[in-house]
């Protein structure tokens, strides 16, 4: 199986950003926690953001060390390894505050990666 190209793995996790965010665009933290579907697609779009980052090279996340990206990894890892002890108000958290920057971020280098045909 080839690699897929640093390009497609980012608009991969925007695609899932965007799931989480359209998901949760209007609900409160009650809301969220009181809807076990809304929980679960939110938490498997956040492991796929995961997984794609395990997925860039190297020189990508070196090159923006502004995103944080061993955190977002160790996010997945909980999820998946420690799905008994999800923490809903710290998914909460990292869906309406930390979400929309890694977005940004994450646009500008999509730009980049496309500018330089990678």
């Not at 009181?34 to 070196?62: R, T």
């Not at 999820?79 to 929309?100: A, M, R, S």
Request: proline share 5%.
């Amino acid at each position: 199986m080839s690699k897929r190209l640093p390009s497609i793995v980012v608009n991969d996790i925007l695609y899932c950003i965007d799931h989480v965010t359209s998901f949760t665009a209007n609900l409160s933290f009650k809301d969220f926690e009181s809807n076990f579907m809304v929980i679960e697609a939110c938490l498997y779009n956040i492991q796929i953001i995961g997984e794609a980052v395990a997925q860039l090279p190297d020189d990508v996340k070196n090159g923006n060390p502004n995103v944080p990206w061993a955190l977002i990894k160790g996010m997945r890892n909980r999820l998946i390894h420690e799905y008994f002890g999800t923490d809903l108000p710290v998914v909460w958290n990292v869906i309406k505050n930390d979400l929309p920057t890694f977005r940004l971020n994450l646009q500008l280098i999509h730009k980049t990666l496309v500018e330089d045909g990678r």
